[in-house]
């Protein structure tokens, strides 16, 4: 595989939703099954998004949310088991990094379960005092804001 050929996309019309799912269905076990429809919402209110190709094959994807000051996060960092250890996880993590939406925030957050080294050679470091999560099925965000009552933020 020449990784000279491999091009990088930053436009999220690129990004063809049946190959997406495909792409995490095989790469990503904490993506198996996320319906088209939802990964069409998740990148409409995402930016930027990034796409690697290798000619018309679809093996990379991360997307990123953020303020464009404070906070961002970046998601769903995936590339095809074909395609890694080349660097491209690199790159594509860089370039969401450069993008304009991202290059005056102060904070950006990353989940991630088994490549904490990969990330720490990017400039990211453990952050243990952001851990809490509320699960959709665990709770309605008007349940949440109702057991807030009384309480400061």
Known sequence: MNVQSIRFSERSADIDLDRLQTLLNRSA????????????????????VVSAWDEDKLIGFARATSDGIYRATIWDVVIDPDYQRLGLGRKLVTTVLSHPCMERVERVYLFTTHHQSFYERLGFITNSSTTMVLHASQSSATNAAANLDGIEA
């Open 29 to 48: 076990f904490w993506a198996v099954d996320r319906r088209v429809e939802d990964l069409k919402i998740a990148i409409d209110r995402s930016e930027p």
